[in-house]
């Protein structure tokens, strides 16, 4: 099985998705590692990416979403995943594949992301992103909110893990 933990920048995709992991024994793995060098740079920039630029890092991402299913690998994926188009294209199996959203309001990511410093997401991209999020019609939803020990048993319980 593949969970695929999405979210805007700052929702915390990249420590819940490796806590999941953790305890469920799975593989992790993060999307933003699949992204071009180009694409790291644009966004270091405070530079929006547009579909083209994504483009490279979603077929990048959906073959190894394909290999890994091939393989009947478990693995949680932190992943963006912001628009519904991109969701089809890399939740290939349904039936082997489950998403989870961490959903927070606008302010407190803004926060989170003027608290962090080592990574290339610049807190100016967090409105771009909002503006092109399509919140998924199907799917785990989880207030990010809540402490992330809760939000990893919340989606536990939720996937019957």
């Known amino acids: 099985m593949i969970v695929l933990v999405m979210g805007v920048a700052g929702s915390g995709k990249t420590t819940i998705a490796k806590m999941l992991a ?8 993060d999307a933003d590692s699949f992204h071009p060098p180009a694409n790291v740079e644009k ?9 083209a630029d994504r483009a ?3 077929q990048a991402l959906q073959a190894t979403i394909e290999r890994w299913l091939r393989e009947k690998k478990n693995v949680v994926l932190a992943c963006s995943a912001l628009k519904a ?10 039936s082997r594949m489950q998403l989870v959203y ?5 302010e407190l990511l803004q926060s989170r992301l003027a608290q962090r410093s080592d990574h290339f997401m610049k807190q100016n ?3 771009s992103q909002f503006d092109i999020l399509e919140e998924p019609a ?3 939803y989880v207030d990010i909110l809540l402490p992330p020990k809760v939000i990893v048993q919340q989606i536990r319980v939720n996937l019957g893990l």
Do not use: T, V
């Open 102 to 106: 961490l959903k927070g309001s606008f």
């Open 43 to 51: 966004m270091s920039q405070g530079i929006p990416l547009e579909d």
């Open 22 to 29: 953790d305890s469920l024994g799975w593989e992790f793995s």
């Open 56 to 58: 490279p890092w979603l």
């Open 138 to 140: 199907e799917g785990i």
């Open 125 to 127: 991209l967090l409105q």
């Open 85 to 94: 188009a991109y969701r089809e294209r890399l939740c290939c199996d349904k």
